[in-house]
């Protein structure tokens, strides 16, 4: 339903509501009924014009501005304040389709798919006619289209006339020439024929003056949609437009009540064509989706029988059955079934006039059975298992499942797993069995005797599994090691006839550091305890390394045992350079070695040539690891003796800096500086010089910084403050006074603190009492 109070706010409504009907022109609009009014709205919506063009018009037919608003005021009076028209409106609203139709969606409350009910709420098919094809020759062509006469050859033109209302066209000087209702090739030889008496000889071989007649833009036709359609009523198409046009025009028939398979077309009063829209989804035959005229009507009816098709079918939903179709097609139009589905019978649920009836049908009935209206078919899943299946695993060449044929036993399965593998242990191999309640059982074989036909073979059933064990899977996993002096030390897998040689090989050959001495091997000791105290568990072996680090030939041939150790040695006097830097005030700074184990801080400035005139022991750095050291590097000097001596390390760096002339102040002075060094000032003078202390400076905690790292702080007698003499390159630190925490007592402390109070409180009333008896 169109919603008037929504379109009447628009001029160009207005105006087309004004211009639509040829009455208006000698009526005021005063005059006009409310169908009328209402005639105009549905009319307007039909228009291409534009604002302009329909002001223009109205103007040119003598209608004034007051007449729109007029008109406007009208229309408004007709809608409710929901926008909803007060007046009832004709059932069948003429609808326009647009240029790019919106895809309708098909709502259904069923949560089964009804199968085709997708076809006209999917986004990607519209179903809009094309207009870029050649002139179908057997178009009819009627009122509003638009002929495109080509004339070429010896003599060239081109008429683009328009079919009138009446029927006819008109070309040049040339009478009226009527088409209505011809088709394209019959047309084409009329007009041909009365072009003639403009082209002499026209179409004809001698005359070389050749003409066709070809469709140009084409009109618009009405169409009824009545019966079960989502939106009923009456839309304007184009005149090529057909069946499945007008169907995705109005939403395709009701999922809930149309019928999919008995759309009706009639013209003139009689039924002309039957579509079943099946026929388009199953075999993409379109044989019944005819070209619409003018005033065609489609009729959707209710469906008569809708099944359910439910489980292992490819296309699980509802389908509408017709009374000659069987279970069988209703299976086709599912797909069949899926590879999974049980097809020895099929589940039915059928709904009698007082509950429901549970049915069976069997695969040889199917192709007669007949569905009736609300069946439910569900076809079920084969089971997870297999009725021949036995299986092994394990040392075999081909483990895996086979099938259980009669009579087959062990040995005839192993034959089809290509045999046993080297490796297979043959004292015991494992059958597990189901018994007839299905609980397990396990059955060992001595699968040697078995092979060499000691014992009877065993007869194979069901399910049956044979697991047959490697050697190596009963066993601990063997390996050996190697420490020590070698590139790759750790673990490796034990093969048989390993050699040490070998081993070092996978350890990729002897380290730098390896010695020629003596190599040891610890062995675990199983049986052999020869030679061996009572309480010696491993067996030690020794064996030398010649001096190009090669092991002499019977020591090279000695074979590993599983989990053997072996132990390569390193040089006691092998170690790896470390280096310490020195920079500054020496005359060869850089990186020096350290040579033994007993270097000192002045054996590093002893070879870097000694101290430079300029260099400030006081300012001196050592870092170790990333850290300071403070050091008194004048009295290590003068007395290398001293602990501050320190013994070298790797990465150790020692700073002698040139003599620093200034002082640093920072913290909590107004004026944080740097200012010269002057030996006569105080500590108070550099103070001074940063503008003094803050209110937040905590006096008794100041220190200074010496140049070499060293704290120096303030002491305190009896009140008196001694403040530390800055030196050069010092840095003046003044601390910030910390923040107080609020002295806050929990509550169990404030019970506390009563509790002893009133005590006392009590106490000192007693006495008193005591004092004045």
Known sequence: MVKIGRLCRTLSICLLGLLACRAVLAQQVTNLTDEQVQQFVQQAQVSGMTEAQMEAMAQSRGFTAADVNRMRQRINQLSSPSGKPAVPVETNVVREQPATPTPPVAVTTSPVPIFGASLFSNAHLSFEPNLRIPTPRNYVIGPDDELIIDIYGNAQQTYRPKVSPEGSIRVENLGPIYVNGLTIEQAEQRIVGRLRTLYRGLNSAASGIQAQLTLGSVRSIKVTLLGQVVRPGTYTLSSLATVFNALYAAGGPSPERGSFRDIRVYRGNRLIRTLDIYDFLLRADQKNNIRLLDQDIIFVDHYNTRIELAGEVKQPGLYEIRPDETLKSALTFAGNFTDRAYTASIHLRRNTPTEQQLMTINAADITQFVPQAGDRYVVGSILERIENKVSVSGAVFRPGEYALLKGMTIRQMIRKAEGLREDAFLNRATLRRLRENLDPEIISVDLGKLLRGEVADITLQREDHLTINTVSELRQKRTVSIQGAVNKSGTFDFVDSMTVANLIVLAEGFSDAAISSRMEIARRIKNDTSGLVSNQNVRLMTFAIDQHLRLNSMDAQLTLRPFDQVFVRTSPRYEAQKGVSISGEVFYPGAYAVRTSTDRITDLIN?????????????????????????????????????????????????????????????????????????????????????????????????????????????SFLGIRSYPKPERGAEIVVPVIPAKEPNRASSTERAAWLTVIASGVAVILTALRLFTN
């Open 607 to 715: 070879r870097a040539g000694g101290l430079k005139p300029e260099a400030y022991l006081l300012a001196a750095r050592f870092m170790r690891k990333g850290e300071a050291v403070s050091l008194d590097l004048q009295k290590i000097l003068s007395n290398p003796d001293v602990a501050g001596n320190l013994l070298l390390e790797d990465g150790d760096v020692l700073t002698l800096p040139r003599r620093p002339d200034i002082v640093r102040i920072r913290g909590e002075v107004l004026n944080p500086a740097t200012v010269e060094f002057d030996p006569a000032k105080s500590f108070r003078d550099y103070v001074d010089e940063a503008g003094g202390f803050t209110n937040k400076a905590l006096k008794r905690k100041v220190y200074v910084m010496s140049a070499n790292g060293k704290i120096k702080p303030t002491h």
